[in-house]
Structures are given as structure tokens and as C-alpha cells.
């Protein structure tokens, strides 16, 4: 660890958590550094968060260590229209199918990954769902029926206003009897 | 007049006998051997499925009542959609649901087959089984205790033996083009081949 | 003679699959060519509903993502939130997380031994299996008031107090499973007909298991002691007395093993948990009030060991009180496509729920 501080700037988030921001064009070369040269050679998760005030996605790779105690997450800003990170199948064969998920919920392309065909969804025509953009509410509403009487989701705000009101005057009317 | 137990018991009865009046002896003892020997299809559709192996082992031993599991579709009477279904598992419920032989009803497990339950802002669960498949009882709760269960498959073995011309498979049958409709309207190109020339030859 | 190559589905209405999910599977004759694992029957949305809620409302579905197991997802989110908004846990309340937690796997692998032993035909164990398993969640429902998904492990601490007499009751349980499970070696466990099927079958190779990220008993199936209860101990492992159990074979009958010992090893902290539980002291902390209950813009990865291996919550706050993002990593998603698909090939038709409930695949994990 001491070693890979010296050549990346690598952040302590908790005693086990290690953060490491890279740019888009270093993403393959640090990865394949981390993977070869170091002990962190296990991808146990690859997230995706999208800060759409920021107008970019951010990916992360969480690389565990071969003693399974410390994670390095490598981060990574990129776009979030038309954008094709190079995959990391080749060095981690189990990002085969963790790209395919973040294919499809955010539309991020992997270039070499040839697998990127349905995962979850099946003939799925609208944004890919889990894009802030996405509104899922708007879409229960325009595809499913609710049985009538269901009532979710109302503003209750005007209710407890109400009932607050009422609370009051009641008290006022014990208060001056 | 008596109270508790025995009053929905004589109630019971005295509804029984008004029904059994219109039945012969024969309907009667075909609805009550098909009350009392219920295979259930082993799908798990859902999170359902995981209060099924209580009912079904020897702690609540749903066996006493004659139901059974059953691995294939075609021995199958009753199918349990145990929970909420995407458009994905849908589809294959229906299929399953079809290519089980008459007479056959459905339980819907859980509050998410009613109203979409849990899962009402989901973009991917369907929120009203009874749009696409005709649902014979419901039984609510997340999840449903073993005891609901069999609750449920009590009522429809009364449901059974009593009103027997009000079964889901009769229903599908005749109204088929609205169940169909359904479908076609969540499933879009992708809806299963229609079912309805299978109708033919059928009283 | 030019052999057929067949197609066919195992799943998702299939008696020997773990959940509702499918394997597609190329046969020739009896032997398996290549495997192809389709999820999806199951997906909810979960990310994305939590997206829309409060951390309050999220906590109420959080339990759901993981049907056999709901436990981890709750100590998950808890230990998540709480890092993001820096709440610290009693003493009480962290005893009587890992009590939870640890009766959580010894229901799980009750279940699992049902599963298990159904694929290879041997019914009793199941009926014996589940009854126990329910015996557990009678406690359950004691202490939370659901058999299944608890809501319990809540940020900040547990949501109810210990009932009166549920120690003792603990410890009865205990005692009583502790005899059966001396049954269930000799009703499953050393069965020649579990045996015959298991052995050999399903053999994971130990070399690549670390880099491929196997977590859990197929790790510990072919002799690699590793568990994040003690290599990253959260809540208060670290001051518990227990054995990681290991195994060399690697296959089926190896990861049976290790579960066989695992539940021995529950019991033994379950007792210690009973010694040393705390009698006084607060079970929840004070938490902000619903709407300003906000986590800061940090993000944060949080594991615990759950009856089939390391299940893991990415969590990214924004400074709103809606959780900007959370990732499951459950255990399944890559001993269901990686690992499944590789070691299918080359097995026999009949092996294959042998092999997946060996390998513990719940498809609601894969894809939330």
C-alpha cells in the first residue's frame, strides 16, 4: 500500500477503504498496473452514480486485495451521452457481466465487450431506468393501472395544515371555557 | 342464535345446502374430489415462494388438506403467483398458466399481486394481476404467513365445491379477448401466440 | 457419427432452480457444451426506488432485495448510513445486531440444506430442515414481529428491546439444534447417496478463485480462509471467539462440509453473544428528525458476511436527504454468471441444480 502511495494519489476514506480518482484516458493503464503489479487483484464490484447536476457519470472499480481485508475504489468521471470506456474483460473476466448491467441501466458503452446484450430487461425501448432523467413514477403511470383506492404519494401537507388548525381552535375553545 | 365457531359453521351449512339443491349427486362428488386433491405447480415467481416450503414440510403440512407440489405444468391444478411479476415473468406465467389442463385456478401470494404493494413506483412489476390472468383468491400481507396460506386454500376449496361455475379457467375462457387485450397492450410484438384456437372442442 | 446438439432451458419453471432465474443450456447427449445464465425475471428497480426515498423510507425495502437472507441487506444499510452521517452504535445494540445476524445464517443454511438435499432426492432432510429452520424464525417473530424480512437492524441501532425471557429461549433453542445437527450428519451429511452425487462434482479451481472474486464457501471449499468477519470485522467480531471452517476438495460435497462446520460455528457465537449481552444500555441512538435526516456528499463501500459469502452495499450520499446512490454486490453475481457458466460445462444434465444450490445462487441479488 505505502508503495502504490507513492505513485497514485490515493485517498483513506476508512482503515479499509482506499479511493483513487483517474482520469478516462489513464482508467485501462491503472487498472492493468493495479491488476499485475500490485495486490489488488480481485474487481468485486463496478458501480455507476450519476451527478446530473454535473452532467457526468461517475464510474468506480472496486478492487480488493488478495487477503480480501482492503478495497481500492478507482473512480472515474465520464460523460453522460455517447460515451465508450474501454472494458476491463480482459483483465478481470468477471466485468463481463457487471458491464452488461451498467449497459444497460445507464447506457454506458464498454469497448471489447462483446456481450452487451439484455441483462435484466427484456425488450426494454425507453431510457435506460436507472438515469436520473428516468422518471419511474411517470412510467408506473403511463404502462400499469392501479386498482382504484390505492392512494400513494399524496401531498399530505394541506391534511396535517387541517387537522393542526383544527388542533388549535379546539384547544383555543378549551381555553376559554 | 349461537355465536363464534358454530354460527359461521351452521351458516355455512344452511348456505351449502341452498347450493347443493341445484347440484346433483354427481357434480357434488366431482367438486368434492377436486376440492380435496390440489397439485400446485413448484414456480416460485416470486418472493412468496419462500414461506411456501413451511406450508408444504411437516410443520404446517398444508398435505392435509390434499395439496400437493408438482413439477409440471400439466398435472398442475393450481398455479400460486407468489409475489410481484415483472413484464418478463409474466409472460411465462401465462404460458405456464395455459399449458395447464382445465379445471385450474390461481393464488395470488402477497400484497403486490393486488395493488402493486411494495412496489407501486416500480417500473418493472405489473401492479393488477387480474388484468392478465384471472386470479381465484388473493391472499394479502408481505409476506403472508404459512397460516394465510392455507387460509386462502381453504376458502378455495369451499370456492371449489360451492361455486363451481364461477372458476378462473371459465372466466378466462369466456372473456378471453379482454385478458388478451391486456396483454397485448403491456407485451407490445413480443405477447405469446394466441391461445384461443385451444378453446375449440370445449363445451 | 455425428452427435445432436440440443437447446433446451433449465428454468425459470423448473423444480431443481434456486429462485426464479434460468440457465440455457446446450446439451449433447446428457453432457452440457456451454451455459448461458438469463436473470431478470426478478428485477424491481430497488436502486432506483431508493433514489426516490428517504432514508427512513428506504430502510423499509432494503430488507427485500435478498428473499433467503434479509438480514445482511438490513446490517448493510445500517452500517452504510451510519458511516455517511457519522452515528455511533451502543455496545447493546451492536450484541444484539450480531445475535440477529448470526441467527440469520443458521437459518439460511437450514434452508440451504433443504435445497440441497432435494436435488439430489433425499426429502426428509427437507422436512426435518425446515421445521428447525422455523423453530428460528419463531424467535424471530419474538423479537420483531416477522417470521421473514424484520426491519430491525435500523441506522442508529435495533428497533425494539430484547423481549423478557428471549435469551433463555436463545439458549434453549441452542441446545436443542446442537442435538440435531449430530442427526443431520447422519441423515444427510454422511449419507452414501449424497455423497455419491456430491463428491467430485462441481470442482471450483482454487488458483483462479481469488482473482475471479468468489467470496464464501466456495473460497473456503477449496482450502482459503477467507471471511470478512474476521479479515474486516464489523460490529464487534473482532471480540468473538470462532473458527473459519475450511476444506480442500473444492466441490460440491466440500462446500457442504464447510456449511456442515459453519453452523456449529453459529451456535458457538450465539452462546458467547447470550454470555456477554449487555444488561443495561440504550438500543437506539438519537437520529435527526425524518426530513433533515441528509447525508453528507461522500461515498463509502460497506461488506458483511452473509450465509453465502461477502455481501457488499456501495453508498453515495449528495447532501439531500435522499440517498443518491446504492450498488448491491450480493455473493450471486458472479458465482451465478461467471462461476455458473464455467463449471457446467462438461457436467451431466442432472447435476445441475446439484451444483447451483451448492453454490447458493438467489437470483433477487443479481439483479435487485
Redesign the interface.
Known amino acids: 500500500m505505502q508503495n502504490l502511495m507513492q505513485h497514485f494519489e490515493i485517498i483513506q476514506k476508512t482503515p479499509t477503504l482506499y479511493a483513487l480518482h483517474v482520469s478516462i484516458e489513464t482508467l485501462f493503464n491503472t487498472l492493468h498496473h493495479l491488476r499485475y503489479q500490485s495486490d489488488f487483484i480481485t474487481l468485486s464490484q463496478l458501480t455507476c452514480t450519476d451527478w446530473i447536476e454535473e452532467e457526468r457519470f461517475e464510474l468506480g472499480y472496486m478492487l480488493t486485495n488478495l487477503e480480501r481485508n482492503c478495497n481500492l475504489m478507482v473512480k472515474c468521471f465520464i460523460g453522460r451521452d455517447d460515451v465508450t470506456v474501454a472494458s476491463v474483460v480482459t483483465l478481470f473476466p468477471q466485468a463481463e457481466v457487471m458491464e452488461r448491467e451498467l449497459h444497460e441501466m445507464f447506457g454506458v458503452g464498454f469497448e471489447g465487450n462483446d456481450t452487451l446484450y439484455d441483462f435484466a430487461l427484456e425488450d426494454w425501448q425507453d431510457l435506460p431506468p436507472m438515469r436520473r432523467e428516468f422518471d419511474t413514477l411517470a412510467y408506473v403511470q403511463s404502462h400499469y393501472d392501479f386498482r382504484d383506492g390505492r392512494d400513494d404519494n399524496l401531498d399530505v401537507k394541506e391534511q396535517i395544515k387541517i387537522r393542526k388548525a383544527a388542533a388549535k381552535s379546539a384547544k383555543e375553545a378549551q381555553g376559554g371555557a | 342464535m349461537e355465536e363464534g365457531f358454530n354460527a359461521y359453521r351452521q351458516s355455512l351449512e344452511s348456505e351449502e345446502q341452498s347450493i347443493k339443491s341445484t347440484q346433483s349427486v354427481v357434480e357434488q362428488a366431482i367438486a368434492w374430489f377436486r376440492a380435496h386433491s390440489m397439485f400446485v405447480?413448484?414456480?416460485?415467481?416470486?418472493?412468496g415462494?419462500?414461506?411456501m416450503?413451511?406450508t408444504f414440510?411437516?410443520?404446517y403440512d398444508i398435505e392435509r388438506l390434499g395439496v400437493v407440489?408438482v413439477?409440471t405444468?400439466r398435472q398442475a391444478d393450481i398455479l400460486i403467483v407468489s409475489g410481484?411479476c415483472?413484464?418478463?415473468?409474466l409472460?411465462?406465467v401465462i404460458r405456464?398458466y395455459e399449458q395447464m389442463s382445465d379445471p385450474k385456478y390461481i393464488i395470488g401470494l402477497g400484497s403486490c399481486t393486488?395493488?402493486?404493494g411494495?412496489?407501486?413506483?416500480?417500473?418493472?412489476?405489473?401492479?393488477?394481476l387480474d388484468?392478465f390472468l384471472p386470479v381465484d383468491m388473493y391472499v394479502n400481507g408481505?409476506?403472508p404467513?404459512p397460516e394465510a396460506l392455507i387460509e386462502g386454500f381453504v376458502k378455495l376449496q369451499e370456492k371449489i365445491r360451492l361455486n363451481s361455475s364461477e372458476a378462473g379457467y371459465i372466466k378466462y375462457r369466456d372473456n378471453y379477448a379482454h385478458y388478451r387485450a391486456n396483454q397485448e397492450r403491456?407485451?407490445?410484438?413480443?405477447v405469446a401466440p394466441s391461445y384461443e384456437e385451444n378453446f375449440a372442442g370445449m363445451n | 457419427m455425428e452427435r445432436k446438439t440440443i437447446t433446451i432451458f433449465h428454468g425459470p419453471q423448473h423444480p431443481g432452480i434456486t429462485g426464479n432465474m434460468s440457465v440455457e443450456l446446450e446439451l449433447t447427449g446428457e453432457t452440457i457444451t456451454k451455459a448461458r445464465t438469463h436473470v431478470g425475471y426478478l428485477h424491481r428497480g430497488f436502486e432506483k426506488l431508493i433514489e426516490r426515498r428517504t432514508v427512513i423510507q428506504a430502510f423499509t425495502i432494503v430488507c427485500r432485495i435478498c428473499v433467503p437472507e434479509p438480514d445482511p441487506n438490513e446490517a448493510n444499510f445500517a452500517l452504510a448510513v451510519e458511516q455517511l452521517a457519522g452515528i455511533e452504535v451502543s455496545e447493546k445494540a451492536t450484541y444484539i445486531r450480531v445475535m440477529v445476524l448470526e441467527m440469520a445464517r443458521l437459518a439460511a443454511q437450514l434452508l440451504w440444506m433443504a435445497g440441497q438435499s432435494g436435488s439430489v432426492g433425499l426429502g426428509t432432510v427437507g422436512q426435518w430442515s425446515i421445521y428447525d429452520r422455523d423453530l428460528i424464525l419463531d424467535l424471530f417473530e419474538a423479537l420483531t414481529g416477522g417470521r421473514v424480512y424484520h426491519m430491525y437492524i435500523y441506522p442508529g441501532g435495533v428497533r425494539r428491546e430484547l423481549p423478557e425471557g428471549f435469551l433463555e429461549r436463545l439458549g434453549a433453542l441452542l441446545d436443542y439444534l446442537q442435538k440435531r445437527l449430530v442427526e443431520y450428519d447422519r441423515l444427510f451429511f454422511d449419507n452414501a447417496s449424497f455423497q455419491k452425487r456430491a463428491i467430485g462434482v462441481g470442482v471450483v479451481k482454487s488458483e483462479e478463485a481469488l482473482h475471479l472474486g468468489y467470496v464464501g464457501q466456495v473460497l473456503r471449499g477449496c482450502g482459503l480462509k477467507r471471511d470478512v468477519r474476521r479479515d474486516n470485522p464489523y460490529f464487534n467480531y473482532a471480540a468473538l471467539e470462532f473458527d473459519i471452517p475450511t476444506q480442500s476438495g473444492g466441490d460440491v460435497f466440500a462446500r457442504a462440509l464447510v456449511r456442515r462446520a459453519e453452523m456449529r460455528e453459529s451456535i458457538k457465537i450465539l452462546r458467547q453473544v447470550i454470555a456477554q449481552m449487555p444488561t443495561e444500555g440504550a438500543i437506539m441512538q438519537k437520529l435527526p428528525k425524518h426530513r433533515k435526516f441528509t447525508l453528507p456528499k461522500e461515498d463509502t463501500y460497506v461488506a458483511v458476511e452473509s450465509a453465502r459469502g461477502e455481501f457488499g452495499y456501495y453508498m453515495a450520499g449528495d447532501g439531500s436527504e435522499m440517498i443518491r446512490r446504492m450498488q448491491v454486490k450480493g455473493p450471486s453475481l458472479i458465482h451465478g454468471f461467471t462461476l455458473l457458466e464455467s463449471l457446467l460445462v462438461g457436467e451431466e444434465l442432472s447435476n445441475v441444480a446439484l451444483i447451483m444450490n451448492s453454490l447458493g445462487i438467489c437470483p433477487p441479488e443479481i439483479e435487485r
Open positions: 405447480l413448484a414456480y416460485g415467481t416470486g418472493c415462494a419462500i414461506e416450503p413451511p414440510t411437516s410443520r407440489g413439477a405444468p410481484y415483472s413484464p418478463k415473468t409472460k411465462r405456464s393486488i395493488n402493486g411494495m412496489y407501486w413506483d416500480s417500473y418493472n412489476t405489473i401492479k393488477k388484468d408481505c409476506m404467513r403491456l407485451f407490445g410484438a413480443q
